[in-house]
């Protein structure tokens, strides 16, 4: 693949993802054997009439300079320079494999647009450009002058050219093949299925994983080879994880992610995670890569499962998540049978990457029939971390979701995690998938999971109760999102009470309608249904959720949303102000 990007003069200078995307081109995981970047330097951004307002560097271009690549300036009024200039960079590229630039110094004859007057703005600079010849008059010149043509056979290529455009007619000649690619073809399958069947289907793929297998799995991710010596903590998690793998202890969402990925590329499946920490995990949790504390080497547990496995990369980023985002954006639609996996450092830090989202990530399936698997794991939750850690702002994304665009989660167990994973991969089809992941409950001691739980379980788009009550005593039923289900299942049972239900919401997108309204009408006394979320009421889930379950609550039943009270800013600054907070919140819950 020939990577080949066109910019334009004002955005290469002033667009922050240029210079991210720069940083890429040379790191691990992200370097594509170099890029040709084509600068069509016509000077038509639309703020600046005046050159001095353009930017501060000298050339457009400089911004590659960051990165050492070469840069070529040519007039694009010279065909034949332009074409010497393309097959020397062209050269370079292929010779050197790294980014090359080439400056195409012109201008726009009509302004920014066919209906735009650019001399209102810029008079002097379009008086000029009006009284110039074209490019076209300006070679044929040169091709009369020198013999090459005539002027009677200039006039009739010119009108045999417009006349094939009038008719909507090829104007030149194809020279390359259409290529038969694997991936294509797969897309194509999945699109078909897709417009056949929907995505909405009630025959879910079975994602549960027998224990024997799990156990051999845990046993091969458990051997290192002589002389790997971990690090203290991070050998007793390796030991950690071989007594879950066995079943002696309890797992973590750290060991069902790993055995999700595990279990993956035995069965052909590549996975690729990258991010800032998505080695270690940022909260310590993951470990995908071991560093020999003898000699600073690094050993890669999930890469020496089977000799016939699928290829397992993990990645640390650089800090960007706009460009590294939608890297693995695109990744994501040439990989259709890859679980390609973006995870943010904290949750909070995703809205650097809105344009990737919005434009791309939400909308492509339906602006453009392109599909994308992605998954994209956010950190989020409140846990007196302030504003800038607490929220992934995931009324944000399902502000985005419509159209049966994508998948939106929040999993409050291993369990769920592990089915989530696999999931993604083994339905029919391929949806991004937004998965607000946790942050204390990666070690919380009541949330973890059973070998059970994998070899017979699947995603469960709605938790019902799980603690044993007479359901026609329930007077109240609380439906919950997130990490508050544990502090709202402690609070009950502290206070005794016995007439209240708690649920747990674990996919907000698509919208679980049946299941729900299956599990709300076991309750047939209810008198109140309380939705609750750690988020303000602005925020979060509530706003989303609304809707929905104004149609499925019973009429008889109230509805109630308890939530923190609405805020400019996702979480307090103060940890006893969100302690108070959340004593208010859950107190709220059983009033």
């Not at 393309?86 to 090359?100: I, S």
């Not at 013999?147 to 094939?164: D, H, N, S």
């Not at 979701?401 to 769920?416: H, I, K, L």
């Not at 289900?485 to 009950?492: Q, T």
Request: glycine share 6%; aromatic share 10%.
């Amino acid at each position: 693949v020939l990577p080949v990007l066109i910019h334009g003069d004002a955005s290469f200078a002033g667009q922050g993802v240029v210079m991210e995307t720069m940083q890429l081109s040379k790191v691990r995981g992200y370097s594509c054997g170099g890029t040709v970047h084509i600068v069509i330097n016509n000077q038509i951004g639309f703020t600046t009439s005046n050159p001095l307002d353009v930017r501060s560097a000298t050339y457009c271009t400089d911004a590659a300079k960051i990165i050492q690549a070469p840069i070529f300036h040519v007039n694009g009024d010279d065909p034949e320079a332009v074409r010497f200039v393309t097959q020397t960079a062209l050269a370079y590229r292929q010779t050197f494999n790294k980014d090359v630039v080439i400056d195409l110094v012109c201008y726009r004859r009509l302004g920014h647009n066919e209906a735009d007057e650019p001399s209102a703005t810029q008079p002097m600079m379009y008086k000029l450009i009006k009284a110039h010849k074209t490019p076209a008059e300006i070679y044929a010149d040169k091709l009369i002058a020198e013999g090459v043509i005539t002027a009677e056979e200039y006039k009739a290529y010119t009108k045999e050219y417009r006349e094939l455009l009038e008719l909507g007619k090829p104007v030149g000649f194809p020279v390359t093949d259409t290529l038969n690619m694997a991936y294509v073809d797969e897309w194509n399958r999945i699109l078909e299925h897709q417009a056949k069947f929907g995505t909405d289907q009630d025959e879910k793929p079975n994602t549960a994983v027998d224990v024997a297998r799990i156990k051999d799995l845990t046993e091969k991710m458990h051997e290192l080879p002589e002389g790997v010596t971990l690090h203290p903590r991070v050998q007793r998690i390796h030991d950690n994880r071989y007594k879950m793998g066995s079943g002696a202890l309890e797992m973590d969402w750290g060991f069902a992610e790993t055995m999700a990925y595990a279990t993956l590329l035995e069965e052909g499946y590549p996975v690729r995670i990258s991010g800032q920490d998505s080695g270690r995990g940022t909260f310590f949790h993951r470990h995908a890569v071991y560093h020999n504390q003898n000699d600073g080497s690094s050993y890669v547990p999930l890469a020496h499962i089977a000799d016939d496995q699928a290829r397992f990369t993990v990645i640390d980023s650089i800090l960007s998540e706009e460009a590294v985002l939608g890297f693995e954006y695109g990744y994501s639609t040439a990989e259709p049978n890859s679980l390609v996996i973006w995870e943010a450092q904290f949750g909070d830090f995703v809205n650097g990457a809105q344009v990737v989202i919005d434009q791309f990530i939400a909308s492509s399936e339906t602006k453009w029939r392109r599909l994308s698997g992605l998954v994209m794991l956010l950190p989020h939750g409140y846990e007196g971390q302030g504003p800038e850690h607490s929220s992934a702002r995931p009324e944000r994304f399902l502000q985005l979701c419509a159209e049966n665009n994508m998948s939106f989660v929040v999993p409050t167990t291993p369990a769920q995690a592990f089915h989530m994973f696999r999931r993604q991969m083994l339905q029919d089809y391929r949806k991004p998938l937004v998965c607000m992941s946790p942050k204390s409950l990666l070690r919380h001691r009541q949330a973890v999971s059973t070998l059970e739980d994998l070899s017979e379980g699947q995603f469960m788009p709605v938790i019902p109760e799980i603690e044993e009550i007479n359901n026609r005593q329930v007077e109240k039923v609380v439906i919950s999102v997130g990490k508050i289900y544990y502090d709202l299942v402690n609070a009950r049972a502290e206070k005794g009470i016995e007439n209240t239900a708690i649920i747990r919401l674990e996919e907000i997108y698509p919208f679980p309608t049946k299941v729900l309204s299956e599990i709300l009408a076991d309750y047939p006394k209810a008198k109140e249904i309380v939705f609750c979320q750690d988020e303000p009421a602005n925020q979060g889930y509530a706003v989303f959720v609304r809707e929905y379950l104004e149609e499925i609550v019973d009429k008889s039943s109230v509805l109630r949303f308890a939530t923190r009270p609405k805020a400019a800013a996702p979480a307090v600054g103060y940890n006893s102000y969100h302690i108070e907070q959340q004593n208010a919140l859950i107190e709220d819950v059983f009033a």
